[in-house]
Each structure stands twice: as structure tokens, then as C-alpha cells.
């Protein structure tokens, strides 16, 4: 039961240490549940609002991300 509780509090640890807040700032989770999940496979590269370059606008809003760059991030 120890090593239960030892590994759920270490999880539950990680889990706050690997949040960032900017990212949970902008999804959207109403924006995921209501996408179809079904996305061209074209990968030009968009920027979504928690900095990470996904293959298109599709692709990032079936992860609850909103784009806020045509182009990948960091160009």
C-alpha cells in the first residue's frame, strides 16, 4: 500500500513539474471534443498557441490548440 501511495505521489509530482501554464492557458478542450478528428495529411507547419509546430491547422485544433502562425514555430 506504501509503494502505491509512494508511486501515485510521484506521479502526481511530475505530472505539476511538466505542466506549463501557457499551454494549459490555451487549449481548448470544447475545441478537441467537438473535432471531427479526421485531418489531411498535408504538413506545411502551423504554430499553435503552446509554442509547438504541428502539420497543419486540423492537426493542432483535433488537439484542442488554437494556430497563431501559418509557419512553424520559431521561423
Known amino acids: 500500500m506504501k509503494r502505491i501511495i509512494f508511486i501515485f505521489t ?3 509530482a511530475m505530472t505539476w513539474i511538466a505542466c506549463d501554464d501557457e499551454t494549459i492557458d490555451c487549449y481548448d478542450a470544447e475545441m478537441e471534443q467537438n ?4 485531418c ?9 498557441c503552446d509554442g509547438e509546430t504541428y502539420c497543419n491547422e486540423c492537426i493542432a485544433n483535433s488537439k484542442g490548440i488554437s494556430v497563431v502562425s501559418s509557419s512553424p514555430c520559431g521561423d
Not at 40 to 48: A, I, L, Y
Request: negative net charge; hydrophobic residues 30%.
Open 35 to 38: 473535432h471531427s478528428g479526421i
Open 10 to 12: 510521484l506521479l502526481l
Open 40 to 48: 489531411t495529411q498535408d504538413c506545411p507547419g502551423v504554430c499553435g
